[in-house]
């Protein structure tokens, strides 16, 4: 496994693999990795010679007021899963490498992006869709992975990809769950055993 | 020289090429060729393997009291100059295929588009950001052909394509000029002699 940090690098090594007629498949994370993207990696092995894990915590799909600093970054335990997944390359920038000054260029999916959780979270959905079109530039996958936890994210950019006619097959694949039925989610970290019960009644009572 | 219509169709002929080991060379157009199409397409086939001229009037860069109905479309004659430069493709879909039933998606770059000839044209440059995306998406070229004369075009793409990180070279070429300094362009086809001579001052003067 090979951590690249710079985004030519990485074209440069997708480039290869395209031309050597290997599939590339990439699960886009934000790290703090759990049994969810372990799924997502897992399918995306099964179905292409290449697996590219990319780790970005991406500040544009943060609002000001939202937990862009506190979000969990465990590097070293993202690494070892994605070891044992036998993940090929891990693609974990730096934030200066992905928005160098001057930066100005945004990807909008209009509407999609504004409703549901996308009414509270100004600009959110804005930063999602601009950093995936910039990681599929910087990795070239055939196919990429989400889980359908996120469903308004996974919607948009199927949108994103048949608007644009980015050459990338979008796999949505089945929430993992805890065994009381909570969602798997990275940010799950934030509730405490009390709380972490009161979300649970969600998913039980639907 | 083949006509391609079809954005599914184009992809595949470019990835076989890509896979081959061949460069992509793309000028991108609304058609009504002239000389400075022309200087475009044989600096493009001196670097490429294989030259694709795409002409497509894009509907969605013309304001609302634009010239969109009646920009030339003479397709005959546009065919013939890309036979005579050796033109490998020409992309040319129709406007169905590029913007389907529920396309909201739009590539932006900011401030950039909105001063000068964007200050008049609203949404002008939001239109090219995105059906260029889109061409390049379609067209996968390793070198892009714009011509200068186009400068506030130029630089905005090139500003896209670095934020975005999309695999491309982006080439921006010499004006070209009729024998009096205007500078060739579609558009002057909209001129009588009395305006086409009143439109050389500008050159001349400067």
Same mark, same amino acid.
């Given at each position: 496994?090979?951590?690249?940090?710079?985004?030519?690098?990485?074209?440069?090594?997708?480039?290869?693999?395209?031309?050597?007629?290997?599939?590339?498949?990439?699960?886009?994370?934000?790290?703090?990795?759990?049994?969810?993207?372990?799924?997502?990696?897992?399918?995306?092995?099964?179905?292409?010679?290449?697996?590219?894990?990319? %780790? !970005?915590?991406?500040?544009? *799909?943060?609002?000001? =007021?939202?937990? +862009?600093?506190? /979000?969990?970054?465990?590097?070293?335990?993202?690494?070892?899963?994605?070891?044992?997944?036998?993940?090929?390359? %891990? !693609?974990?920038?730096?934030? *200066?490498?992905?928005? =160098?000054?001057? +930066?100005?260029? /945004?990807?909008?999916?209009?509407?999609?992006?504004?409703?549901?959780?996308?009414?509270?979270?100004?600009?959110?959905?804005?930063?999602?869709?601009?950093?995936?079109?910039?990681?599929?530039?910087?990795?070239?996958?055939?196919?990429?992975?989400?889980?359908?936890?996120?469903?308004?994210?996974?919607?948009?950019?199927?949108?994103?990809?048949?608007?644009?006619?980015?050459?990338?097959?979008?796999?949505?694949?089945?929430?993992?769950?805890?065994?009381?039925?909570?969602?798997?989610?990275?940010?799950?970290?934030?509730?405490?055993?009390?709380?972490?019960?009161?979300?649970?009644?969600?998913?039980?009572?639907?």
């Amino acid at each position: 496994m090979r951590v690249i940090r710079n985004i030519r690098q990485m074209q440069k090594i997708a480039r290869t693999l395209q031309r050597a007629g290997k599939t590339i498949g990439l699960v886009p994370t934000m790290g703090a990795l759990h049994e969810g993207h372990a799924s997502l990696i897992r399918a995306c092995r099964k179905n292409n010679d290449t697996t590219i894990v990319s %780790i !970005f915590v991406n500040p544009i *799909q943060f609002g000001p =007021s939202e937990d +862009f600093n506190r /979000y969990p970054r465990p590097i070293g335990q993202d690494s070892s899963l994605c070891m044992k997944e036998r993940v090929d390359f %891990i !693609f974990h920038p730096a934030a *200066q490498e992905m928005y =160098s000054a001057g +930066f100005k260029t /945004y990807v909008d999916v209009q509407e999609l992006g504004t409703r549901l959780c996308g009414a509270s979270r100004q600009g959110h959905f804005r930063g999602v869709t601009t950093v995936v079109a910039k990681l599929f530039n910087a990795c070239m996958p055939d196919r990429v992975y989400f889980g359908r936890k996120d469903a308004q994210q996974a919607l948009i950019i199927q949108r994103m990809v048949k608007d644009l006619n980015i050459p990338v097959s979008v796999k949505v694949m089945p929430t993992v769950r805890e065994k009381g039925g909570l969602a798997v989610s990275s940010r799950n970290a934030y509730l405490d055993e009390g709380r972490r019960n009161d979300a649970r009644v969600i998913s039980q009572s639907l």
